[in-house]
């Protein structure tokens, strides 16, 4: 996916490109993730009482910025 951005940036250099990952932080297994050639925002859709806060440790691991999903409803 990475090496898509990267094509993308070099032919289109005056696209920004931003990279959203909705996710509730549910993984199997490590967070051994790559991080990604542009700027990339992790929404958090957890709904649990009791957040896990894996969405916040894999924006952390990619390098991106994390919002969790009610900051983005108001």
């Known amino acids: 996916f990475g ?3 990267e094509r993308q940036q070099k032919q289109q250099s005056e696209q920004h ?3 959203y ?3 509730d932080g549910r993984v199997s297994g490590a967070l051994d993730v790559p ?3 542009t700027q ?3 929404i958090d859709i957890e709904q649990a009482s009791v957040k896990r806060g894996r969405a916040k440790e894999l924006a952390t691991a ?3 910025d994390y919002l ?3 900051d983005c409803l108001q």
Do not use: K, N, R
């Open 3 to 5: 090496e898509y951005i």
């Open 17 to 19: 490109i931003t990279v």
């Open 21 to 23: 990952i909705l996710t």
């Open 35 to 37: 991080s990604l050639p």
């Open 40 to 42: 990339t925002v992790v």
């Open 62 to 64: 990619l390098g991106a």
């Open 68 to 70: 969790p999903l009610e």
